[in-house]
């Protein structure tokens, strides 16, 4: 039994651990139990370091290197049960970067660079929502690829670009179609004029919104089996005009108003979405909802849906949340999404949010 370091009576910290363990295994099984959140009872950090390695498949090239990144484990066990303490809705424990500093996961994980507005974006119309479902996800309707991996490369804004661009393209044409990252790493360089040091670099970061300007200006983006992911910065474009696959029309930004990003979202497809991905580093599995969180952006994501309420034992009441899909593979989080709760722009989850429609292109 997972033991949480709560400050509150017994009775309600042990059912809050039974609740929160019970939803982690229904979400990952036997992997949930691997990397529940430990404290100093049951197994050791040794034990919990050897079973993150097994199980991610860790391996270091000295012993100076391992027993480095033993320390680094054991700090990062005392910070998931910190993030347990500020976030008891969700589940945090023993993930892959769990080996990682801070900065090291900032920098080889997350990657968004100059998080402004391009001074020529334009803004979402305003939709009417009296009629909003009160669940909705784009997933049971046939508009998202299954969940992908940039590994150990800072290009997560490609993966938000091209997510919201295959939404937008199945919505359409009907065809859902996995569209390529590695153009955007390899080939867009767009920057912002109005900030110095805001091109999009590849591995070294991005900005969806600039993604989105250069797809408008190259004309569109390749399949996905055409111009492969190697999660590397190759060097050099390869990007074939008559393989394009989808294009872009034009590009909105959503208003902050969680009311209007749930109507773009149900009109027009998945969002990209820009999010502080502090917590997102220990995160197994629940509804994310902080009680304190930096809204400093650093990571894409893409939001695919929304739930009108799950239930959190710690409030004892129904918590609406966002569904959001990751790009750190299956095995991270909720076989590879995350949900944080909505209606306070926790994290900055509303404070840039775009919208984009595609047009069909015959070159496929």
Sequence with gaps: MTHYFLNMNGILILLVAFSAVLAAAAAGGEEAFIRQVVDGGGLGAEQHFTEFKLRFGKAYGSEEEHDYRFKVFEANLRRARRHQRLDPSAVHGVTRFSDLTPSEFKKKVLGLRGVRLPSDANKAPILPTDDLPSDFDWRDH?????????????????????????????????????????????CDHECDPDEPGS????????????????????GGVMREEDYPYSGIDRGTCNFDKAKIAASVA?????????????????????????????????????????????????????LVGYGSGAYSPIRMKEKPFWIIKNSWGEKWGEDGYYKICRGRNICGVDSMVSTVAAVHTTNQ
């Design 250 to 302: 034009n590009f909105s930004v959503v208003s902050l108003d969680e009311d209007q990003i749930a109507a773009n979202l149900v009109k027009n497809g998945p969002l990209a979405v820009a999010i502080n991905a502090v917590f997102m580093q220990t995160y197994i599995g629940g509804v994310s909802c902080p009680y304190i969180c930096s809204r400093r952006l650093d990571h894409g994501v893409l």
């Design 142 to 186: 046939g508009a998202v690829t299954p969940v992908k991996n940039q590994g150990s490369c800072g290009s997560c804004w490609s993966f938000s670009t091209t997510g919201a661009l295959e939404g937008a393209h199945f919505l359409a044409t009907g065809e859902l179609v996995s569209l390529s990252e590695q153009q955007l790493v390899d």
């Design 199 to 218: 091109c999009d670099s590849g591995c070294n970061g991005g900005l969806m919104n600039s993604a989105f300007e250069y797809i408008l200006k190259s």
